[in-house]
């Protein structure tokens, strides 16, 4: 399964802001959207992920409060990315290792999508239950030895 199974079933709506716009304005987005990250552009180039760990960090450091600080100063300037093609064990295997919640696909210089560990483990339990169905309906198609030795 590749990433871009996820994207086509996910969708592709993108919320982003820039660098220099407030962090309450980012926070605000974040609430009112329901979502747990923005990706940050500039000039139309990926500059960064902000994700409610990064805000609550900021939060702690400006002692509990919000206050005048910009997207810039909370955001991950070295987000982790991967492409529509990467492999979902190898999505898996780099959000376990960096302790990622979401990862923003792209394509050369171009942003596609942003996944989430939730997605990731949506796509993972979906594909072992249609398996397990698979195995289920193979199981009972499965003949008996008295019909096979009839056959014979």
């Given amino acids: 399964m590749k990433v871009s199974d996820i994207l086509r079933v996910k969708g592709t709506t993108l919320y982003t802001v820039t660098p220099s716009q407030p962090l309450s304005e980012a926070v605000d987005i974040m609430s009112s959207k329901d979502i747990g990250s923005l990706v940050v552009m500039e000039h139309g180039?990926?500059?960064?992920?902000?994700?409610?760990r990064e805000v609550i960090l900021a939060i702690v450091k400006n002692g509990g409060e919000i206050g005048g600080s910009t997207v810039r100063a909370a955001m991950d300037d070295h987000p982790m990315t991967c492409t529509s093609e990467t492999d979902m064990d190898e999505v898996r295997r780099m959000m376990l290792d960096r302790h990622a919640r979401y990862m923003p696909v792209m394509d050369k210089r171009m942003l596609m999508g942003v996944i989430s560990l939730y997605d990731v483990a949506k796509a993972v339990v979906d594909s072992q239950n249609f398996e397990n169905q698979m195995l289920k309906a193979y199981i009972r198609d499965w003949p008996s030895e008295e019909h096979t030795e009839q056959k014979a």
Avoid at 45 to 52: A, C, H, I, S, W
């Fill in 45 to 52: 180039d990926l500059v960064g992920m902000l994700t409610f």
